[in-house]
């Protein structure tokens, strides 16, 4: 059964420094796009970031890229420069192809605090 | 910049009373999904809808909760009655399509607290 895993409760980081987020899955199926969400205390899920399992290269989006390791079946975010805005729940999510329709696994979320 | 909406944003209901919340998705937005969401948890999927089809209710507590989007645009989430378990953030959700790299795009969810 698919299934995401974040085994970061919660995390701190000092601004401007840069900070991973860890994220593992499991499927079964050869395709699959990964994505994170950003959500901060007021509810609202932002997307930040989309890999693909057969994209080569690894995704990036301004401060926020993604460490794609298919074989370890891990997808970790990145943020570069933390900024205090940074500060909030992390959900790393997973789409099985189009065998699902489309709907999306989330994990349980790492709590981020940016430290000024 | 397009947004999907979502009301009421906060929601105080008692048991066994019905509730009922509303979302309207991007235009021309085909797929929307309702997710419930547990206090510390991830959300999880109730209901995808492709235009005005039920496409995944599995995870929908039949006996109590109904959805529907019968223009296919605009739909509403019901739960009749609530039970305090029920208390949670709802979130509405919708993209241009199902799977690939279609981005969904959340509203900012109803927060409900049964008591």
């Known amino acids: 059964a698919q299934k995401i895993t974040q085994t970061q409760p919660g995390m701190f980081v000092q601004e401007k420094e840069a900070v991973t987020l860890d994220c593992t899955y499991d499927?079964?199926?050869?395709?699959?796009?990964l994505f994170w969400y950003k959500q901060p205390s007021s509810g609202e899920m932002i997307f930040l970031i989309y890999?693909?399992?057969?994209?080569?290269q690894n995704a990036t989006e301004g401060r926020y890229s993604l460490n794609f390791q298919k074989a370890r079946k891990s997808a970790n975010l990145v943020i570069s420069a933390s900024q205090l805005g940074d500060s909030a729940m992390y959900f790393c999510?997973?789409?099985?192809?189009?065998?699902?329709?489309?709907?999306?696994?989330f994990g349980q979320g790492t709590e981020l605090s940016v430290k000024p | 910049e397009a947004e999907v909406a979502q009301s009421p944003r906060y929601k105080i209901t008692e048991k066994s009373q019905a509730v009922a919340f509303w979302c309207d998705p991007i235009?021309?937005?085909?797929?929307l999904y309702w997710y419930r969401q547990i206090l510390g948890q991830g959300p999880e999927l109730l209901v995808q809808?492709?235009?005005?089809?039920?496409?995944?209710d599995s995870q929908l507590p039949k006996d109590r909760f109904s959805a529907e989007r019968l223009k296919g645009v605009d739909s509403t989430l019901k739960i009749q009655p609530a039970e305090l378990g029920d208390s949670a953030m709802y979130l509405c959700?919708?993209?241009?399509?199902?799977?690939?790299?279609?981005?969904?795009?959340f509203g900012p969810g109803t927060r409900l607290t049964v008591t």
């Open positions: 890999q693909g399992s057969y994209d080569e």
């Open positions: 999510a997973m789409r099985e192809g189009q065998r699902t329709g489309g709907k999306l696994i």
């Open positions: 235009s021309g937005h085909a797929t």
């Open positions: 959700a919708s993209s241009r399509g199902q799977g690939g790299s279609y981005e969904q795009y």
């Open positions: 499927t079964s199926d050869q395709s699959y796009g």
């Open positions: 809808f492709q235009d005005e089809s039920v496409v995944d």
